[in-house]
T-cell receptor
Framework: GAVVSQHPSWVICKSGTSVKIECRSL??????MFWYRQFPKQSLMLMAT?????????EQGVEKDKFLINHASLTLSTLTVTSAHPEDSSFYIC????????????FGPGTRLTVL | AQKITQTQPGMFVQEKEAVTLDCTYD???????LFWYKQPSSGEMIFLIY??????QNATEGRYSLNFQKARKSANLVISASQLGDSAMYFC??????????????FGKGTLLTVNP
């Protein structure tokens, strides 16, 4: 199956700092990548859809200036949490759509962010 | 709007037995895809199986099969010969591509499966 990597797998930072999370499709080109947030014991919440070479589309209620998304190439999307605060602590997980067959989304292993 | 309903918050099964995880969906779009993902405690979302709305046969992948009943709008996951490593959260999801939706996935709330030895 298709492989998606995500880095870092966990990060602890101080309040007010910015954190960048990378999502890479390793063995396929992904024209579309997605960023999700997941709280404990809950389902995934879509934050934004990222298309290569264009601006990300954010879901209602997600602050685009807070969560900056860049999809610079067909294999890389980044999510930057700017001026992070404790309420931003969460599990962030990306996915990449493999458009060659069934449009299945393959997920990265996730990033656990803790803001002190 | 699309909706996925998983009515079983938790399920228990004995090792080596089969288990069915329920999923119903709602969409007005005639073209859609149905997916099941497994999320162990590590957090990674593992793709298990896919069923297209126009597929005539039920999808199968090893010990996983999808019982697709289009008229009932259900897409239950059947796991045969359960193993201890199957203990995880299972999510049913659906995607459509209409109105520029970009194949966004709509997820259910998940079912926590516990396999007992």
């Amino acid at each position: 199956g298709a492989v998606v990597s995500q880095h870092p797998s966990w990060v602890i930072c101080k309040s007010g700092t910015s954190v960048k999370i990378e999502c890479r499709s390793l063995d396929f080109q992904a024209t579309t990548m997605f960023w999700y947030r997941q709280f404990p014991k809950q389902s995934l919440m879509l934050m934004a859809t990222s298309n290569e070479g264009s601006k990300a589309t954010y879901e209602q209620g997600v602050e685009k200036d807070k969560f900056l998304i860049n999809h610079a190439s067909l294999t890389l999307s980044t999510l930057t949490v700017t001026s992070a605060h404790p309420e931003d602590s969460s599990f962030y997980i990306c996915s990449a759509r493999d458009g060659r067959g069934t449009d299945t989304q393959y997920f990265g292993p996730g990033t656990r962010l803790t803001v002190l | 709007a699309q909706k996925i309903t998983q009515t079983q918050p938790g399920m228990f099964v004995q090792e080596k037995e089969a288990v069915t995880l329920d999923c119903t969906y709602d969409t007005s779009d005639p073209s859609y895809g149905l997916f099941w993902y497994k999320q162990p405690s590590s957090g990674e979302m593992i793709f298990l199986i896919y069923q297209g709305s126009y597929d005539q046969q039920n999808a199968t992948e090893g010990r996983y099969s999808l019982n697709f009943q289009k008229a009932r709008k259900s897409a239950n996951l059947v796991i045969s010969a359960s193993q201890l490593g199957d203990s995880a959260m299972y999510f049913c999801a659906m995607s459509v591509n209409s109105g520029g939706s970009n194949y966004k996935l709509t997820f259910g709330k998940g079912t926590l499966l516990t396999v007992n030895p």
